[in-house]
Structures are given as C-alpha cells and as structure tokens.
C-alpha cells in the first residue's frame, strides 16, 4: 500500500478511530451525491419527455398533413392522389383522405363540442392506441353507424363501449335552413382510444370517412390528406416540394409545424440543464474544498510531523488529491445508484403522475440512458479532483516547524 492511499484512509477515519467515516466527509459525499442524482433524474426525465411526447404525436399523427386554406374542402381523392404518388413514391409510405369538421356530441346526460374526424377503416395509427371494444369503422346499412371516441371524452360523456351517442354537425358549412338541415345522427360507440395527451383523447372522436362525408354533406369532397413518409428526416423537404407541386389552395404543413408549440416547449425544456448541472456542480466543488480545506487546519500537525521527517511536498499533495478522488468516487456512486433507482421506481410503477391537460401525458416519463450518467460522472469528477488541488498546494506549503508549534 502506498503511503498516499495509507494516509488517506488514516484521514478518512474520526479523531476517535471509529470505523466510520468521519462527519465532514459525510456531508461532502451526501452533497455529491444528491447533486449528482438530481443532474441525472432532471437530464433522464427531459429525454423521457422528448422521447415519449415526440413518439406519441408522430405514432398518431402523420407526418405532413396537407389541408385548404380557409379550412374548404378539397378535391376527391381520385384526383390529386395519383398525381401525388407519381411524384413522391420513392418517398412516402401511406397517404389517406381525411375529414375534419367541429360537431357536438350528446349522450344521455352530457352534451360536449368536438372535432368529428373521419378517417379510412383500416387506419392502423389510431388502432394502435385502442384502450376498449374494437377498431371497426364499417358502415352499417341497417343498423347504427360506428364512432371511436377518446378515453377522456368518454368519461365526461359517461359512455362506455356499446352506448348511443348523437351527433349534431353543420351539412354544407351553412347555417341551417328548412332546405339545408342540420346534420343528425346517432352512432354506437365501437371502441375507446387512448393516446395520452389530453389534445387528443378530450377533444376527437373518428367515424368512417364515408359516413362523415354524408352527414356534412360533402360529396366525394375531403378536407384534407394524411402522408406517412419512409424517412422522416426527409420531412421538410418533401413539404417544400408538394407545396410546390399543389399550389394554391392546398395548404402543406409538416408535423413539426402543426406542433410547434409542443416542440419548442420541450426544447426550452433541455435549455437551463447546463445552469443547473453548473451549479450542482459548483455547489459539489466548494463541499470539496471546504473539506479538505478543513482537514487541513485539522491535520495541521500531523502534516507537520510528516515533512520533518522527510515527506516531500509531492506525496502531501498526493495524499489530499486520493483522499478528494476517495469521497468523489463514493459520492458519485451513490448518486448514481440512487438516481438509477428512483428512475427505475417510476418507468415501471408510475409512482409520479402529471394532469396531461398541461403536459400531454398522463406520467412522469422516463428515459434511461448511459450518456447521462457518463456525461454528469465525468465532469463531476474532473472538476472535483481539480478543486482540491488548491487545498493540496496549501498543506505541501506547510512549514514543519510552524506547523508543529500550531498544534
């Protein structure tokens, strides 16, 4: 064993030679530690949200949506869709007409506003989120037609799988007249869905595409199209060029822009990591310093006694750089430890729950990765053994004579 580590794990132990680590050097590994784990929970639960949110709202969405200005109608499908799949081929996947209208929905006691989308039977996005009942959208000829609603919807509505809803609608985008009445029309609740973002599941119920096209009155007539690409990182561009390609009216937005505001929240989100890890950490180098700092004064005499009897200034210097190294290493450690542990608690047991109106999920989501705890063990512990070379310096400057008479 050499002399540094020998002496380090002498200064590591109380006056009384307890086994125990003394009480100075506890409170700088809990300050490591805490400082650490909170680093690492904070840039684990930010990857959750961007990984999570991010997921959700491409899985249920598709990557352009292309619609009209002013929200009019659009085309048959039959008409533009050739074109669009001559042009892009090599680059989308899927592409499906939609309809999108604002509605009311009643049910026996509740009556609620919604967005009545109406989409092909065979949209396998939406099946993907099926909390309930079952994905079928076919139409009906004697019996009532199918609609899929939100879980959150659902509640408010008090239905379930299996209940009647109404449907009230504008046909036209007119206001009613005796030879333009509204649209209404009852509808069987075939399934329930849950994305997990309140955006969704509050505020949109789906039928199927003919249907919807009946009760608003539109003809063959759309309101716009879903495309799904082969490579989303192709998405701007690909917009840019059907934009170019379809002109006025059609309207081409990717799925960044129609969620710029939950994009740009979850960047602003990541921003002030830097800030707190700098302070976290800064917080951890005055724990260290103040530390050895002290055992400095402490060992004022010990240190003293060394240098008369030959220790040069290299191996005092030493000895505090193995004792901060020591503490850092314990302390980092346990903070990842504990960090680990409380990310694990909640990605399987959902301990902590968010009200999804504000965050768009329902949980705190979690995403653990090892760059994160690469990156906050790194730097804690370069910036930590670069502390305590000041408090190195100034005990290997000790004067054995003076320190001796010190004590």
């Known amino acids: 064993m050499s002399l540094p580590f020998f002496f380090t794990k002498k200064y590591l132990r109380s006056k009384k030679d307890s086994r125990f680590l003394s009480v100075i050097s506890s409170i700088t590994i809990i300050g490591i530690s805490l400082g650490v784990a909170v680093v690492i929970i904070a840039l684990t639960i930010l990857d959750g949200f961007d990984k999570v949110v991010t997921e959700k709202i491409i899985r249920f969405n598709s990557h352009i ?41 009643k049910s026996k006691k509740i009556t609620e506003g919604i967005t009545l989308l109406g989409v092909q039977s065979d949209n396998s996005e939406l099946n993907n989120f099926l909390q309930s009942g079952n994905f079928d959208l076919s139409q009906s ?3 009532l037609q199918k609609i899929i609603l939100g879980k959150t919807l659902s509640e408010k509505l008090f239905v379930k799988v299996g209940d009647v809803v109404t449907i009230f609608c504008l046909r036209k985008d007119q206001i009613p007249t005796a030879d333009n009445p509204p649209g209404i029309e009852q509808f069987i609740v075939s399934g329930i869905y849950e994305s997990g973002m309140s955006e969704y599941d509050d505020l949109n119920a789906f039928i199927n595409i003919k249907v919807a096209q009946n009760i608003f009155g539109m003809g063959d007539q759309i309101s716009g199209y879903n495309i799904k690409l082969k490579n989303l990182a192709n998405v701007n ?26 994009f740009t929240w979850i960047e602003l989100q990541k921003k002030p990591i830097p800030i707190i890890l700098g302070l976290i950490i800064f917080v951890a180098v005055f724990n260290i310093v103040g530390t050895l700092l002290m055992i400095v004064l402490e060992r004022t005499n010990a240190i003293g006694i060394l240098r008369s009897l030959g220790a040069n200034r290299k191996l005092i210097i030493k000895t505090f ?9 314990i302390g980092v450690t346990v903070g990842i430890v504990f960090a680990f542990v409380l990310s694990y608690l909640q990605q399987n047991f ?25 990156l906050v063990t790194v730097v804690t512990v370069v910036i930590s053994i670069a502390a305590s070379l000041l408090p190195a310096y100034i005990a290997s400057r000790i004067k054995p004579i003076s320190a001796i008479r010190f004590e």
């Open 65 to 105: 949506k292309i619609v009209s200005f002013g929200n009019r109608n659009l085309p048959p499908f039959s008409e533009t869709a050739p074109l669009i799949w001559k042009e892009f081929n090599k680059d989308i996947t899927k592409i499906e007409p939609f309809t999108s209208k604002l509605a009311i929905i």
């Open 141 to 143: 000829e004697n019996e």
């Open 237 to 262: 561009v690909v917009a840019d060029r059907l934009q170019d390609l379809l002109g006025y009216p059609y309207y081409v937005r990717t799925i960044y822009q129609l969620h710029q505001n939950i």
């Open 321 to 329: 750089l193995y004792h901060s190294a020591f503490l850092t290493a």
């Open 350 to 374: 959902d301990i902590i729950s968010l009200p999804g109106k504000i965050y768009f999920i329902t949980k705190v989501p979690i995403s653990i990765e090892l760059n994160n705890y690469l």
